[in-house]
């Protein structure tokens, strides 16, 4: 089955650094991503998407890179902020929109 | 506009018990979906539905697990006869059209079985 996997279980940056977290996923046939962030209590919050017909997509202080020769997705946050700290999952888009979540990398941001 | 509302936010069941957890979509959202996410875990799928049609139900983890949206809107998870390995966070989603098409969450629904 598929699976998606994330190169570190935490992160540890210094507030105004910039983070990188990344994830492999195993479908080939998968065409759509999608990145969510997670604070403690509360549901996944949509961060940004990106479709396999690109290799690069940005948004507001954060952008998201698709290789999709190694099956591999990274997140880059600029200028982490102490808000930034919360669980980071990639999920690729399956058959009917359903999504497959990893274990996620959970950021921390020393002030 | 107004998110994914789920209710109750926490419940306690009694090993045994039967419980019904509720999802409000996004209004005009197509399709909807049930995610568990146990703590440390990332959330796993549950089921699907497509307005009122269940799609998928492949994760269901066995026939204790039940769930509806009769009218393409409202959905409820029902769990019959509760058992510890139940406890968890419920996750609602809703998208707008479902494929390629970001989901939307819930806070979730903790559920602890004593």
């Known amino acids: 089955g598929e699976s998606v996997g994330l190169h570190l279980p935490t992160l540890s940056v210094q507030e105004g650094d910039n983070s990188i977290i990344n994830c492999a996923y195993s479908?080939?046939?998968?065409?759509?991503f999608i990145w969510y962030k997670q604070e403690s209590g509360k549901g996944p919050q949509f961060i940004i998407d990106?479709?396999?017909?690109?290799d690069k997509r940005q948004g507001q202080r954060v952008t998201v890179l698709l290789n999709k020769t190694v099956k591999h997705l990274s997140l880059q946050i600029a200028a982490t902020q102490p808000g930034d700290s919360a669980v980071y999952f990639c999920?690729?888009?399956?058959?009917?929109?359903?999504?497959?979540f990893g274990q996620g990398t959970e950021l921390s941001v020393k002030p | 506009g107004a998110g994914v509302s789920q209710s109750p936010r926490y419940k306690v069941a009694k090993r045994g018990q039967d419980v019904a957890l509720r999802c409000d979509p996004i209004?005009?959202?197509?399709?909807l979906f049930w995610y568990q996410q146990a703590l440390g875990q990332g959330p796993e799928f549950l089921t699907y539905?497509?307005?009122?049609?269940?799609?998928?139900k492949s994760g269901l983890p066995s026939d204790r697990f039940f769930a509806e949206r009769p009218e393409g809107s409202v959905s409820t998870l029902k769990i019959q006869r509760t058992q510890q390995e139940d406890s968890a966070v419920y996750l609602c989603?809703?998208?707008?059209?479902?494929?390629?098409?970001?989901?939307?969450f819930g806070n979730g629904t903790r559920l602890t079985v004593t």
């Open positions: 989603a809703s998208s707008l059209t479902g494929d390629n098409s970001p989901l939307h």
């Open positions: 479908n080939s046939a998968s065409d759509y």
């Open positions: 990106i479709r396999s017909n690109m």
């Open positions: 999920a690729p888009g399956g058959q009917g929109g359903k999504l497959i």
């Open positions: 209004s005009g959202h197509v399709s």
């Open positions: 539905f497509q307005n009122e049609a269940q799609l998928d």
